[in-house]
């Protein structure tokens, strides 16, 4: 069954906790991407990697951080200097060339108490 | 950076109502995608377009791209409740395929 898979579905976690959300996929995509998405609101991208080893910051960096060791996976970690982590984070995937459509994992909502 | 604006940002219709959403940019877009996100899902890919005045139709739905590829629309004929959910437009953009969203809009339908 391909696709991506994003766990844990819900994440809770204490102020000034780092905490480390998982995307993994079975598509052969090359490039993986990070999107975040605030309640009534577009999805605004952290960081995307095209290739293993390779990544680069999105629009909304800061306070995030993520490596590429494998091509199927692409952890993001949320860390402490992010001010303002409590959102729903979705994965995605895509080939480079062509109908590049994007597929989303179902997403992690992360929610910081 | 660039901005792509989506209008309405909601709306409510009745079943069997027609619905539009637009989508506008400041800027020449190389390209434009939809995707529908259903209440606590993800989003999900419907389409893209690239040709200036492209049209392109699955079932109920029609998508345009504007002639100066600066706006692009989705129409919905006769409304099903099964249509509910945020639609968003978005731009592929550079060699690493980066998606830059519209704001969304969020669609109601009331039997």
């Known amino acids: 069954d391909g696709g991506i898979t994003q766990s844990p579905k819900y994440l809770f976690r204490k102020e000034g906790q780092n905490v480390t959300l998982s995307c993994e996929q079975n598509?052969?995509?090359?490039?993986m991407y990070w999107y975040r998405q605030d309640p009534g609101q577009g999805l605004r991208l952290i960081y995307y990697?095209?290739?293993?080893?390779?990544?680069q910051k999105g629009d909304i960096a800061e306070g995030y951080s993520v490596s590429r060791e494998k091509k199927e996976s692409f952890p993001l970690t949320v860390t402490s200097a992010q001010k303002n982590p409590t959102a729903f984070y979705l994965c995605?995937?895509?080939?480079?060339?062509?109908?590049?459509?994007?597929?989303f994992g179902q997403g992690t909502r992360l929610t910081v108490v | 950076g660039q901005q792509v604006m989506q209008i309405p940002q909601y709306q409510h219709v009745q079943e069997g109502e027609d619905f539009t959403t637009y989508c506008n940019s400041s800027?020449?877009?190389?390209?434009i995608q939809w995707y529908k996100q259903r209440p606590g899902g993800h989003p999900v890919f419907l389409i893209q377009?690239?040709?200036?005045?492209e049209v392109k139709k699955q079932k109920r739905l029609t998508f345009q791209f504007g002639e100066a590829k600066k706006n692009s629309s989705l129409h919905i004929t006769a409304t099903q409740t099964t249509d509910v959910g945020t639609y968003f437009c978005a731009e592929n953009t550079g060699t690493a395929s980066k998606l830059t969203f519209g704001t969304g809009t969020r669609l109601q339908v009331t039997l």
């Open positions: 377009l690239v040709k200036s005045g």
């Open positions: 598509l052969n995509h090359d490039a």
């Open positions: 800027t020449t877009l190389s390209n």
């Open positions: 990697s095209q290739i293993v080893n390779d990544f």
């Open positions: 995605a995937s895509s080939i480079v060339s062509g109908t590049t459509e994007a597929f």
